[in-house]
T-cell receptor, first 115, second 113 residues
Framework: EAAVTQSPRNKVTVTGGNVTLSCRQT?????MYWYRQDTGHGLRLIHY???????QIGDVPDGYKATRTTQEDFFLLLELASPSQTSLYFC??????????????FGSGTRLTVL | GEQVEQRPPHLSVREGDSAVIICTYT??????FFWYKQEPGAGLQLLMK?????EINEGQGFTVLLNKKDKQLSLNLTAAHPGDSAVYFC????????????FGKGTHLHVLP
């Protein structure tokens, strides 16, 4: 069974705070993704990567950085958090790119609140 | 770029009733289509994926219909039960931009016992 693990599960920070969300996959997948989920918007892609050291910009990248340190680990960084970044964040992985009919495997999410 | 509209945003049905969720998309070159289910407190899990043809796929208790002429994808739960209560998302791959999947906004399905 494919496994994607996110941490922390919940995070509260203040405006201007520095936050790192972590994701690890044990699927040996090449592609990893960061999405945010907001009511009325569904899932929106922030950043994605097709391998260690690679980073691609998604649809809503402003205010976010990401880093793929290994094939397993993908991090999302909010260096100056703002209330507009309060959201539910999902990490996902896939064996090839998501447009080649490969299934996306999602973590359980991190709920971030920026006060 | 591709736009995906999903309706309805909320749906309540009685146990044993059918439930239909519909997505429409804009890019005629879209090739891969997915339905995901999100249970409370969990990530999304794949229900079914369909490919570039008009087809009906049947899973356990549900039917997926792809109509490329009308650019419409539907999920039909034939006899809903409380365990089907979840948020359902359709997703469509962009034909001209690899490694990018566009999600609908989701449908909150509530099955009443």
């Amino acid at each position: 069974e494919a496994a994607v693990t996110q941490s922390p599960r919940n995070k509260v920070t203040v405006t201007g705070g520095n936050v790192t969300l972590s994701c690890r996959q044990t699927n040996s997948h090449n592609y990893m993704y960061w999405y945010r989920q907001d009511t009325g918007h569904g899932l929106r892609l922030i950043h994605y990567s097709y391998g260690a050291g690679n980073l691609q910009i998604g649809d809503v990248p402003d205010g976010y950085k990401a880093t793929r340190t290994t094939q397993e680990d993908f991090f999302l960084l909010l260096e100056l958090a703002s209330p507009s970044q309060t959201s539910l964040y999902f990490c996902a992985s896939s064996d090839t790119g998501a447009s080649s009919a490969e299934t996306l495997y999602f973590g359980s999410g991190t709920r971030l609140t920026v006060l | 770029g591709e736009q995906v509209e999903q309706r309805p945003p909320h749906l309540s049905v009685r146990e044993g009733d059918s439930a239909v969720i519909i997505c429409t998309y804009t890019d005629p070159n879209s090739y891969y289509f997915f339905w995901y289910k999100q249970e409370p407190g969990a990530g999304l899990q794949l229900l079914m994926k369909v490919f570039s043809s008009t087809e009906i796929n049947e899973g356990q208790g549900f039917t997926v219909l792809l109509n490329k002429k009308d650019k419409q994808l539907s999920l039909n739960l034939t006899a809903a039960h409380p365990g089907d209560s979840a948020v359902y998302f359709c997703a469509v791959s962009e034909g001209t931009n690899a490694y990018k999947v566009i999600f609908g906004k989701g449908t909150h399905l509530h099955v009443l016992p």
